[in-house]
């Protein structure tokens, strides 16, 4: 979950990570994992404005489904 300095602030913001990010262990509350359709997700525009921002339109998610195994 996204969050500002405060460990306490986290709210229904979330961020993607596209790569393994030791730092951020323990600091962050992991939502889920992607298990299959990656090709989903590489084609999801990276941020590259300040603190990741995507510059221009970012991408929508037009459908979520959460499912258990």
């Known amino acids: 979950m996204a969050r500002t300095q405060d460990p306490d602030s986290a709210n ?12 951020l262990d323990g600091l962050y509350t992991i939502v889920g994992q992607v298990v299959e359709g990656m ?5 999801i525009k990276l941020g590259r404005g300040r603190n ?3 510059v221009g339109e970012p991408d ?10």
Do not use: K, N, Y
Request: charged share 25%.
């Open 12 to 23: 229904s913001q979330f961020f993607i990570v596209f790569e393994a990010s030791p730092h």
């Open 39 to 43: 090709d989903v997700v590489d084609a």
């Open 52 to 54: 990741g921002a995507v």
């Open 60 to 69: 929508l998610m037009e459908e979520v489904r959460v499912t258990e195994d």
